[in-house]
């Protein structure tokens, strides 16, 4: 038997890390002005791309929470919905030559982070306000930081060298939510609230049955070329103008924060009349974390209208305690629901003679 000892030459194999990395140069120009954002509250950089994956850096001049309102927080965010969490090293340090070679060769140290879909990383503490203003990294009011990522893939087994072809990310919602606010190629238009909104009837009919059969149906093929124009009934064209943005790229656009929970409650109203499951269940999700004494009523007639099932539990829950079904009971809205939904009050009345 032969062997490497005895003059043979031995093959080769390694099992290599699976891994991408890079670093984004985020400037912070006119920091004292944002001296004045509260503790608690960020800033957001612009999204970029390191290892296949969006990303963006929040800045909280002030500290993320009051024990450290001194110092000025970081943190990383996953700008992107993803299947599987993303596994990433990261660290963020001043820019300058010095630090920068501190903090590659720290790298390798440092722990990995899952990432789920649009999370944040812990936050960091970054720098003393007082130690950077007197600082040489702050000049003309400016502050550079560099963040560097490694996001790490996995192990594979390697014989050779590693692969010369990096594959972007996956960018389909964002040319069909291009596609939506263009118009190109549109063969449909609504007539919403005394607005116009064009779309496209494959896109919306592979996303709806009801559309497929309201774009679709017998009447509706013979004038396919000459374009069609559809009346929509009781619905806001903001409501509409959602439903068809999540039709086109799956995920929410960016709501109004003092009117966001009413604008939930419409948009589940839109996906139940469309069949939108999914969009439907999003809303139901997000309207748990609006319930309170004076909205829960309100809520829960809604759920219960639109067979809810998960909202209607949380509202249900809500209620359980009967120092909050008193507080709720001497509220409008529960009056409104006591005299519109009767099995409701049963299931309240069984449920408060339990407690």
Not at 288 to 309: K, S
């Amino acid at each position: 038997m032969s062997s490497a000892g005895n003059g043979t030459k031995p093959s080769r194999s390694a099992i290599v890390a699976d891994m991408a990395s890079g670093h984004h140069l985020l400037t912070i120009h006119g920091y004292s002005g944002t001296k004045t954002i509260p503790t608690g509250e960020c800033t957001k950089s612009l999204p970029f791309t390191i290892g296949g994956h969006r990303w963006r850096i929040d800045y909280y001049p002030n500290g993320k929470r009051s024990e450290v309102a001194q110092y000025i927080s970081l943190g990383l965010t996953l700008d992107e919905d993803v299947a599987t969490e993303v596994k990433a090293k990261w660290n963020i340090c001043l820019a300058d030559e010095e630090e920068e070679a501190k903090q590659v060769a720290s790298l390798a140290s440092e722990s990995v982070y899952k990432f789920p879909s649009r999370s944040c990383s812990p936050y960091t503490t970054f720098v003393k306000r007082e130690n950077l203003e007197n600082s040489k990294h702050l000049r003309n009011d400016s502050f550079t930081i560099r963040c560097d990522i490694v996001v790490v893939r996995g192990c594979r087994a390697q014989e050779h060298a590693a692969a010369f072809v990096s594959v972007p990310p996956r960018n389909l919602r964002r040319h069909l939510g291009e596609l939506l606010k263009t118009e190109k190629g549109a063969d449909v238009v609504f007539e919403v609230g005394g607005e116009t909104v064009a779309a496209h009837r494959c896109v919306l009919a592979a996303r709806s049955s009801v559309f497929s059969a309201e774009l679709f149906g017998p009447m509706k093929e013979g004038n396919a070329a000459s374009g069609i124009v559809v009346r929509v009934e009781d619905m806001e064209v903001v409501v509409f103008k959602a439903l068809l943005h999540f039709a086109y790229t799956d995920s929410l656009p960016e709501m109004q924060k003092e009117d966001e929970d009413l604008t939930y409650q419409h948009l589940l109203v839109a996906a139940d009349r469309y069949n939108m499951e999914r969009l439907k269940l999003i809303c139901e999700g997000k309207l748990c974390e609006y319930i309170d004494v004076g909205t829960v009523a309100t809520i829960l007639a809604l759920a219960d209208q639109h067979h809810c099932e998960g909202l209607k539990k949380a509202c249900l829950n809500f209620l359980a305690a009967p120092a909050t079904l008193k507080a709720v009971m001497a509220t409008d809205a529960f009056q409104h629901l006591s005299r519109s939904c009767h099995s409701l009050m049963v299931e309240l009345m069984a449920m408060s003679l339990q407690n």
